[in-house]
């Protein structure tokens, strides 16, 4: 595929599978909001209604519970994509119950992912030139990794193998997933206006309270998270099946002897 077909495609699969997908975002994005609301308030009441304390806790409970969120819309999506593409799509329940079996491998791919997207920008911020670099080194760190999710499903690797099989797969594509990676944090920003908008919108009729402002305000970040995740997901997918194609023949259909 071209750079910008690996642009296109996720959006056909994500449109082809419209209906799995939007229930398993709706539902994981509701239990997120739950929690984030839940931790707020409890923080709130401990707290006698400290404002400090409980933008903190607002804070940092939606960032743990983004992260959880990524955690269960990337597994869930690449079931769903890689469904799709064999040609015999599931519902969202059978795409967690896949995400549930691959739940170790995915579990330390997110935290390895965390972590080193942590070290370096935190790195490379320390200087102001550097940070360009930073962004850049994360980017061809983010590429040799970037189908490492789709093996583990389809090759039912554990986490070491399944890096090795992604850097494998992305060997001398690594810029060109690079540059992909980029252009969805790019894109990804573009379509966070609107998405932001829908909150302060349903703010002119919930009022602008604290609580209105917190719930309104975390659920579209969660929002934003969760829409992000899902392209990427199925762009993971995509890429997959382009390297194995380009590397493998995957494409190539090898009539069996039985055929005549």
Not at 82 to 96: H, M, Y
Not at 116 to 130: K, Q
Not at 232 to 237: D, P, S
Request: aromatic fraction near 8%.
């Amino acid at each position: 595929m071209t750079f910008r077909e690996l642009l296109d495609v996720p959006f056909a699969l994500i449109q082809a599978n419209l209906l799995a997908l939007a229930w398993s975002s709706v539902l994981a994005l509701v239990a997120a909001e739950l929690l984030v609301v839940a931790i707020t308030a409890g923080t709130s009441t401990l707290t006698d209604g400290s404002d400090a304390a409980v933008a903190w806790a607002a804070i940092l409970s939606t960032m743990a519970c983004a992260w959880l969120l990524r955690f269960v819309l990337r597994g869930t999506t690449v079931a769903i994509g890689l469904a799709s593409v064999a040609g015999a799509p599931i519902g969202w329940r059978t795409a967690l119950r896949r995400a549930g079996a691959t739940a170790g491998p995915l579990l330390m791919f997110q935290v390895l992912y965390t972590l080193v997207g942590v070290g370096v920008l935190a790195l490379s911020s320390l200087l102001i030139i550097t940070f360009p670099f930073g962004v850049a080194w994360l980017g061809q760190l983010r590429a040799k990794r970037f189908v490492a999710v789709p093996v583990m499903f389809v090759e039912r690797a554990a986490h070491r193998p399944a890096v090795e099989r992604s850097k494998l797969l992305v060997a001398g594509a690594e810029w060109q997933t690079a540059a992909l990676w980029f252009a969805q944090r790019c894109l990804l920003v573009l379509l966070s206006v609107p998405l932001l908008g829908i909150p302060w919108y349903l703010s002119d009729f919930s009022g602008t309270h604290r609580w209105q402002v917190i719930v309104l305000l975390t659920t579209g970040v969660l929002m934003i998270v969760a829409f992000g995740e899902v392209v990427e997901a199925a762009t993971r997918v995509v890429s997959y099946i382009d390297r194995r194609c380009r590397r493998e023949g995957l494409d190539i259909h090898v009539p069996g002897r039985e055929v005549r």
